[in-house]
């Protein structure tokens, strides 16, 4: 982890996929099972336009792994749907000829040049190119390096350092608070209005309710107050 950090949260994305996901997806509910210490959330999707032959999409927490793990399962589900890692912003129309996690840095800063006037909103996490240029700086990797899974974790974990995970994690800011810093960073996630920090913002809008949000964060870390 890098030793030092910019002095305000950078966004993941401002464009994001949650406009598109918001976009047909008219509600989202999860299921709370308390059968275990960490029983499985599970998401449903409930269209209710053009329904489309694809299976619902799932958070679910299980054993064995960490709650950095989890959280940063829940950001994907957010902003980046079924295509994770290799996701590319819906609104892009020309696309580049490798997909993401098969790219190396400097191919993706390419293709961002070559590609104006459209989103750029890229990987697991969504980065947009400025965000994508910073975090690569901090972390300290070259642009021939491969935008791999293993890489994008690690500038998530940068992010998830600007919101203040190890505050929280250290009890020194509350659940609540760390939320609302991760709402600033990733776009659909909610502020404690119900809405997008950057609500209408290049048609962002948060894809999931401060209630729920809420929920998951408690089952993820079931220690720390609210």
Known sequence: MPAAFTAHPLMAESYSLAKANSARISDISFNLHDSGSQGPITLRHVQHVQPVQAKPRSFEIHDGTGATTHLKHLIAWAEA????????????????????????IGEIYAWINQTPNQPHAIGRYQFIPSTLQSLVIQAGISESHKFTTGVQDALADILLEDAGISSFMEGKISRHRFMTNLAKIWA????????????????????ISWDRFDAIMKKIFPTKRG
Not at 188 to 207: E, I, K, L, Q
């Open 188 to 207: 659909g996630f909610p502020t404690a209005t119900g809405r997008s920090h950057y609500h209408g913002y290049a048609g962002n809008r948060a894809v």
């Open 81 to 104: 749907g079924h295509k994770g890692y290799d996701a590319i912003q819906l609104g892009a129309k020309k696309l580049p000829a490798k997909r993401p996690t098969q790219m190396t």
